[in-house]
């Protein structure tokens, strides 16, 4: 089951909230232990009156050469008094584990890819993706020689589709396939590569978005605001193995179209996974997801050849 977009991101502020303050806490005992080096201290005070009389010098307009020559001197004294104790001059400045938003979260005025990736990793827990299903760990010898180009090539184009997911013209993607090709392994491969690059991402069944479909459909309007939120704002949604999930009357079509159609209107990358072809496509959830799909100028659908994979195990 899916994680609540709420929790992850409660999780996500937790985690960044805590780096934060590991960095800070321990710059400051690095900086207690130096300034406890008598040599170290003196430097220290030096050097803050000496900045002090840098800045009234430069306002002034009057010649800097000789303060930064005692500057410098100093500067160079105490990092010899860091080393002694086994210091570095970086040690006593927070060593943050994002550089763009100090573990703050907020990049820009919005949220930082770092944010993104941990909401995104939190919202996977549960779905059977770990960080060694990527690109670099793919196993490429275990197709058919027949195929094996073919998926090579498949599989180049989408490490490179999901390292620039918000450059890509084709905003919808769908993979066909037979059962047990590698369609999964492949969307998971994309999953993990979209979240390095701190992109929102979702991994979600068919059956388990179906269920999320009916529960909206079914909820008080108070309670529907938050449900399909994080499918339709996310940097990108992969919906895999459509076509497994039952059909709910007044439900299933019905949000899925609409699911499909405001990410392409709000220009968000969308990948199906499924064994159906287009012509089945069409005939179980009716011609406009099938358009949708087909559409040319911001969908594309490929094939993924090959016998089922897990009869090799």
Known sequence: MIKDKVAAVKQAKFIL??????????AEINLEKALSNKTFKNNYDKLMNLTWEIGKAEYEKKDTKAIYSEYKKLEDSNKKVLMSINLKPGDLKPQYS?????D????????????????SESMLENSGITSKTNFKNANMAIWDREVKEENIVLYNKMKKYSEEI?????KLITISGKTGVGKTYLAQCMVNESIEQG???IFISAFEL??????????????????????LSCDFLVIDDLGTEN???????????LLLSERLANNRNTLITTNLTIDEIDKIYDGRISSRITDKRNSTTLLMNGSDLRLKK
């Open 199 to 201: 992109n929102y991402t």
């Open 166 to 170: 918000a450059k890509t013209k084709k």
């Open 210 to 231: 179906n269920q999320q479909f009916l529960t909206y459909h079914c909820a008080n309007i108070s309670e529907k605001a938050n449900i399909l939120e994080p499918f």
């Open 98 to 102: 994002c550089d763009k938003c100090k």
């Open 247 to 257: 059909i709910f009357k007044n439900v299933t079509k019905e949000y899925l179209y």
């Open 17 to 26: 909230q805590q780096r934060k303050y590991r960095a800070e806490r321990l």
């Open 104 to 119: 703050s979260g907020i990049y820009k005025n919005g949220e930082c890819s770092c944010f993104k990736s941990l909401v």
